[in-house]
């Protein structure tokens, strides 16, 4: 169990730290959430407690590791399907993991193939939730700012 002030990771939300535990009554059912207050857009969400793990709520990352996706960034052979269709529901797998490394995969792949070849709009979507969702952990992990993490992610990938 997580507690108040712990950094978590909300697959497919991103990262942030729990302000709160609370008990609310929703739809008739009395339950215990977690209120997590995300790094960016001042946005508050609610996980219920019974549910964290079939969620796949985890720990945020250690400094170590957020060097490791930083380093993961820099590798410019990205084998990706020329279907779209294909292409979007392998990424969507990857986001859906929780797995910070999966996600900064799907960044990556996604801002090179922008930069070749544009991307839908779907994929335009993808690639702008994928990286609010690294950011988000990397923020926390590193204690900086979003736009200095955004920033570093962008050199990581041109070298």
């Not at 008739?28 to 969400?45: A, I, N, Q, S, T």
């Not at 926390?140 to 990581?156: K, Q, Y």
């Amino acid at each position: 169990m997580f507690r108040i002030g712990d950094k978590i990771v909300y697959p497919m939300h991103g990262a942030g730290i729990i302000e709160s535990i609370e008990e609310r009554e929703i739809l008739g059912e009395r339950k215990r959430y977690y209120v997590m207050k995300m790094p960016l857009g001042d946005m508050k969400v609610m996980i219920p407690i019974n549910n964290v793990d079939g969620i796949g709520i985890r720990g945020i990352i250690d400094k170590n590791d957020a060097d490791r996706v930083f380093k993961s960034l820099q590798c410019k052979s990205c084998e990706q399907s020329s279907n779209w269709n294909k292409r979007y529901r392998e990424n969507m797998i990857k986001i859906k993991s929780g797995n910070i490394f999966e996600v900064a995969e799907v960044v990556k792949t996604l801002i090179l193939r922008e930069r070749s070849k544009g991307l839908s709009t779907g994929e335009r979507k993808m690639l702008s939730s994928a990286k609010q969702i690294l950011i988000s952990e990397l923020v926390l992990a590193e204690n900086m700012n979003p736009m200095d993490v955004e920033d570093l992610i962008n050199v990581h990938i041109t070298t």
